[in-house]
């Protein structure tokens, strides 16, 4: 009757609960979701303060628009989570603004990934400042976007003295050779990273000398892993 049907919901109600309060890692990556999709599963995540440590959110068609409740919840005193991935969506130069302002107030994400995004100049020096603020980043993963020489440039000076980061990807950035230097100078200055440039376009002489800079940071190790 009436009164079972009642009683049933109810126990749906609190067992969604119960998932929803013991969630720690959510993976929805490569389904379409959408702004929308995006703000639905965030909201309810805010709401239901669920401790979350993984979110993949990668290939999701999300933009701008669809990471206000993430940059809320990134946002919370209680925030627990500790692997972000945004890879190939496309928050843009405006979208990686709301992120980085989220970023300076987290206090518990280690590993970022926004790859494929499209963002570039002011995009790029916001992230790069947030990163170097927040207090346990220590993976940024930035390959696929347009950072060019300017962008390399920006990310080195911020990053320079930043000796939380051990790995940095920037492959496909177009960093250029200049961009390519601007790296290997900031890593010659002290940064103990890992750092994989994929099929960046910069030339023999700057990839020799970022080999050498990596050794020279690393301990003088033979040279740069491969990867």
């Not at 020096?125 to 696929?144: D, P, R, S």
Request: glycine residues 14%.
């Amino acid at each position: 009757g009436m009164a079972q049907q009642q009683q049933q919901r109810a126990r749906l109600r609190d067992q969604q609960m119960t998932m929803m309060c013991t969630l720690e890692e959510l993976y929805v990556s490569g389904n379409d979701i959408g702004d929308e999709g995006a703000e639905q599963i965030m909201s309810s995540l805010v709401k239901g303060k669920v401790p979350l440590k993984k979110l993949d959110l990668s290939n999701s068609a999300v933009s701008r628009a669809g990471i206000g409740s993430l940059c809320e919840y990134l946002s919370r005193e209680d925030c627990g989570l500790e692997w972000l991935s945004l890879y190939m969506n496309d928050v843009g130069v405006e979208g990686a603004v709301d992120l980085a302002e989220a970023i300076r107030k987290n206090a518990s994400l280690e590993h970022l990934d926004i790859g494929g995004n499209n963002i570039g100049g002011e995009g790029v020096k916001q992230i790069a400042e947030a990163v170097k603020e927040n207090a346990k980043i220590t993976t940024l993963e930035m390959g696929y976007n347009p950072l060019s020489t300017e962008g390399a440039t920006i990310l080195a000076e911020q990053i320079k003295f930043d000796s939380k980061i051990t790995t940095l990807r920037l492959g496909w950035c177009k960093l250029g050779a200049d961009g390519g230097q601007a790296i290997a100078d900031a890593l010659e200055e002290g940064i103990e990273h890992l750092l994989r440039l994929g099929h960046d376009s910069f030339g023999l002489v700057e990839a020799t000398r970022l080999r050498g800079a990596i050794a020279s940071a690393r301990g003088g190790g033979k040279g740069a892993r491969k990867g």
